[in-house]
């Protein structure tokens, strides 16, 4: 017989998280599940570490070259056999009710979807500037660090689009809407790692901006917007530099990388206006 769920993990290099991961999906109060782990060719030892583990749910498949989230996400779900899937990532850890709270709102709220909190290293974790802050607290972010769904209407939706590097999940999200509503379930709960934010990965994001524009072509989405204006705060800074020193201000400052990554919040401004507007010029949409 097919479960009941599948946990989706799509990993890249994640030996140093993986580990646990596993074990905190294998220990849920909720069993009957398999867990589907799409590596997307990792170079250390994230596979021997699955491997290791000696539980008939997981099933491993390993991408033959570099694919991508949205790829990989796709390729769990045509392995995934379970009438809902569950997704979370594999440097996330959660606690052994969390397929038991999300099949709850799933079954008793009438919805087709449910998200749940992220928290960031813990509920009373005090971020500075270079911590890669990735969290959910009261919903509304469909990211799927922790979201599940039901797999027929993730199928109808047309799964993740692949064309799209940022963003994917609240992209997928908006289009199963269209089917149902997703909920939000507080006591459904994961907990990611702290990541220290480099130069180069900050600069990186700056390419979300492109994604916003599609989002609010396709959707009309207004996320992180203020009337049409795109990460305002950002415009600000990009504008007016001396505003970086806002965060000496908050205590946002604390260390050697708090201080050195701030000449690169300026940069990565710039450069996500940019890409803004050149976007924005291509697609024929008026954002600021």
Same mark, same amino acid.
């Given at each position: 017989?097919?479960?009941?769920?599948?946990?989706?993990?799509?990993?890249?290099?994640?030996?140093?998280?993986?580990?646990?991961?596993?074990?905190?999906?294998?220990?849920? !109060?909720?069993?009957?599940?398999?867990?589907?782990?799409?590596?997307?060719?990792?170079?250390?030892?994230?596979?021997?570490?699955?491997?290791?583990? &000696?539980?008939?749910?997981?099933?491993?498949?390993?991408?033959?070259?570099?694919?991508?989230?949205?790829?990989?996400?796709?390729?769990?779900?045509?392995?995934?056999?379970?009438? *809902?899937?569950?997704?979370?990532?594999?440097?996330?850890?959660?606690?052994?009710?969390?397929?038991?709270?999300? $099949?709850?709102?799933?079954?008793?709220?009438?919805?087709?979807?449910?998200?749940?909190?992220?928290? +960031?290293?813990?509920?009373?974790?005090?971020?500075?500037?270079?911590?890669?802050?990735?969290?959910?607290?009261?919903?509304?972010?469909? !990211?799927?660090?922790?979201?599940? +769904?039901?797999?027929?209407?993730?199928? @109808?939706?047309?799964?993740?689009?692949?064309?799209?590097?940022?963003?994917? &999940?609240?992209?997928?999200?908006?289009?199963?809407?269209? +089917?149902?509503?997703?909920?939000?379930?507080?006591?459904?709960?994961? #907990?990611?790692?702290?990541?220290?934010? /480099?130069?180069?990965?900050?600069?990186?994001?700056?390419?979300? @901006? =492109?994604?916003?524009?599609?989002?609010?072509?396709?959707?009309?989405? /207004?996320?992180?917007?203020?009337?049409?204006?795109? *990460?305002?705060?950002?415009? @600000?800074? @990009?504008?007016?530099?001396?505003?970086?020193?806002?965060? $000496?201000?908050?205590?946002?400052?604390?260390?050697?990388?708090?201080?050195?990554?701030?000449? #690169?919040?300026?940069?990565?401004?710039?450069?996500?206006?940019?890409?803004?507007?050149?976007?924005?010029? =291509?697609?024929?949409?008026?954002?600021?």
């Amino acid at each position: 017989m097919n479960p009941h769920v599948s946990v989706v993990l799509c990993v890249r290099n994640e030996e140093k998280y993986i580990g646990s991961c596993i074990k905190s999906i294998l220990s849920q !109060t909720y069993e009957d599940f398999e867990v589907i782990i799409i590596d997307d060719k990792s170079n250390d030892h994230t596979q021997a570490i699955v491997e290791k583990f &000696d539980d008939k749910r997981i099933r491993y498949f390993r991408n033959d070259g570099w694919c991508g989230i949205p790829r990989s996400r796709n390729r769990g779900l045509k392995h995934a056999k379970g009438e *809902y899937v569950f997704f979370t990532d594999g440097d996330c850890e959660v606690p052994n009710n969390w397929i038991e709270e999300g $099949l709850k709102s799933l079954k008793s709220q009438g919805c087709v979807g449910v998200e749940g909190r992220i928290y +960031y290293v813990s509920e009373d974790h005090k971020a500075t500037l270079s911590d890669g802050i990735i969290e959910n607290i009261n919903g509304g972010q469909f !990211t799927t660090g922790n979201v599940a +769904y039901e797999r027929r209407v993730v199928k @109808a939706a047309g799964g993740f689009d692949e064309r799209l590097k940022r963003l994917s &999940d609240r992209d997928i999200a908006l289009r199963i809407m269209k +089917y149902g509503q997703i909920c939000f379930n507080a006591k459904m709960i994961v #907990y990611h790692p702290q990541v220290i934010q /480099t130069p180069r990965g900050l600069i990186e994001t700056a390419s979300r @901006a =492109r994604n916003r524009v599609y989002l609010f072509k396709r959707f009309r989405d /207004t996320k992180g917007m203020l009337w049409r204006i795109v *990460y305002p705060h950002n415009l @600000a800074k @990009a504008l007016f530099p001396p505003l970086i020193l806002i965060s $000496l201000l908050f205590r946002r400052v604390k260390s050697a990388n708090d201080f050195s990554l701030m000449p #690169y919040t300026y940069i990565c401004a710039v450069k996500e206006r940019l890409q803004l507007w050149e976007t924005c010029a =291509r697609e024929r949409v008026f954002l600021i």
